[in-house]
């Protein structure tokens, strides 16, 4: 078993066929000097993230500066934020059907050439709004190939007993970015040309880029007279959640968790003002320590590596919604302790969502995962306007304050009622995810 995952080529492939008859799963032993291999390409790809996010701070300040305008930040939101739900299932269906690691280098490197592009324009003071927005589009959209590539592929890159170390390090890589992503970019645009701070991001995706040239990736790949058509592979995605019943319940949670978490990002600066009678300051200082937060629950996760990772899902994502009603039933002189209960709401949650990452990456087939993992992320994409849409009037009616108490309570009690489910609290426990579900992908397992 060993031996398939050395490879003295540049090849990733693994083919799925009838003749074979044995298939690495996800989680199995992936070879000597994983932990090389899995460090170089984890680390080139956070060079990558941190220096995009960077780079979209630069982007959204120019904007700001230039046109002081809202609905020009609201548009370069829908830029940067719906391509990449939109087009997240196509994404998924390319990272099961092609390369990963192809698809992985050709989103970087697409994203560097919409920089060098920017950084030609800002350097012969031709930039509109528009090459700004378009640019953004881009590169969501490329984050759509991206994301589902590397989440799939990290199950093939360590073994099943770093699967849960490996999700709470993606966690904490996330909650870094948070933190750092607003100082670093307002120090560079504060020593250096806006045209030049991104040339940064240029960099970080040649660094992120040349892990993968190095090392492959292994990937069970499907043979192409074994493969059908986009809309079947999409649904064979959505099929193959909805016909595991523990699954189905748990994106059901999940984009129920975020109808009410993704909202009080985009409203904590009104119960800020509004309750606490804070200004900007105050707003930096609470979403900093959410980034804290973030970066403490995935060292937690990484450090404990749960076994019972249903629990910490389900306590994870109650505590993270109770929390956040907390925060706004501190007495308006207090906010040093809506600061607190923020930061503890941020730190119980990735607590929750790692290990709901690890459990996709160990019961669902490497094959499927391109598919399950996008689908979970347009969920997501399409639950945050969604939430925020309802959220608006339910506050203009009750008041900001008292819609973060509502739907933080209603939050948590969705997410206490998977304690109630046997289906849920058993994936844990369950056998191959294919045992389970009618599809024709089955593949033995080792």
Not at 251 to 278: R, W
Not at 294 to 312: C, D, Q, S, T
Request: net charge neutral.
């Amino acid at each position: 078993m060993i031996g398939i995952f050395q490879y003295p080529s540049m090849s990733d492939e693994l083919t799925l066929s009838p003749t074979q008859p044995e298939m690495p799963a996800a989680g199995d032993d992936p070879g000597p000097r994983w932990r090389v291999r899995f460090w170089a390409i984890f680390g080139g790809q956070a060079s990558s993230l941190i220096g995009s996010a960077m780079t979209q701070f630069v982007l959204l300040w120019w904007i700001t500066d230039t046109t002081g305008s809202v609905s020009a930040l609201a548009t370069a939101g829908l830029a940067a934020l719906l391509p990449q739900a939109l087009l997240g299932p196509l994404g998924g269906i390319w990272a099961d059907r092609y390369s990963r690691r192809f698809i992985m280098i050709t989103a970087d490197m697409i994203n560097a050439l919409c920089m060098l592009v920017l950084i030609a324009l800002f350097a012969s003071d031709r930039v509109e709004l528009w090459h700004i927005y378009t640019m953004m589009f881009v590169r969501s959209a490329m984050q759509a190939f991206q994301q589902p590539a590397a989440a799939a592929s990290t199950a093939m890159l360590v073994p099943q007993s770093f699967l849960p170390r490996a999700a709470g390090l993606n966690q904490t890589l996330y909650g870094i970015m948070t933190v750092a992503a607003a100082p670093l970019g307002a120090l560079a645009i504060s020593i250096m040309p806006t045209g030049t701070a991104l040339s940064i991001d240029v960099v970080t995706a040649v660094i992120g880029v040349l892990p993968l040239i190095v090392y492959p990736i292994p990937q069970r790949r499907l043979l192409p007279h074994q493969r059908r058509g986009l809309w079947q592979e999409f649904t064979e995605g959505v099929l193959t959640v909805w016909r595991n019943p523990a699954l189905r319940r748990l994106y059901a949670l999940m984009g129920a968790v975020i109808l009410v978490i993704m909202p009080s990002f985009t409203l904590m600066p009104l119960l800020v003002k509004e309750h606490f009678g804070g200004g900007p300051q105050h707003v930096a200082i609470i979403e900093s320590l959410g980034g804290v937060g973030m970066i403490v629950g995935g060292v937690a996760v990484a450090a404990i590596a749960p076994k019972r990772r249903i629990v910490w899902v389900l306590a994870g994502f109650a505590l993270s919604c109770f929390t956040l009603a907390f925060a706004a039933l501190a007495p308006g002189d207090m906010f040093w302790l809506a600061v607190f209960w923020w930061t503890v709401s941020s730190i119980v949650f990735i607590m929750g969502q790692a290990p709901f990452t690890t459990i996709l990456q160990t019961t669902v087939p490497n094959e499927l995962q391109g598919r399950v993992l996008s689908l979970l992320g347009t969920i997501m994409g399409l639950a945050a306007p969604v939430g925020l849409a309802i959220a608006t009037p339910l506050g203009d009616a009750i008041g900001v304050r008292w819609l973060f108490v509502s739907v933080g309570i209603a939050g948590g009690l969705v997410s206490l009622l998977g304690f109630l489910s046997p289906v849920v609290l058993s994936i844990d426990r369950s056998a191959a995810f294919s045992e389970q579900t009618d599809t024709s992908l089955k593949s033995p397992r080792t």
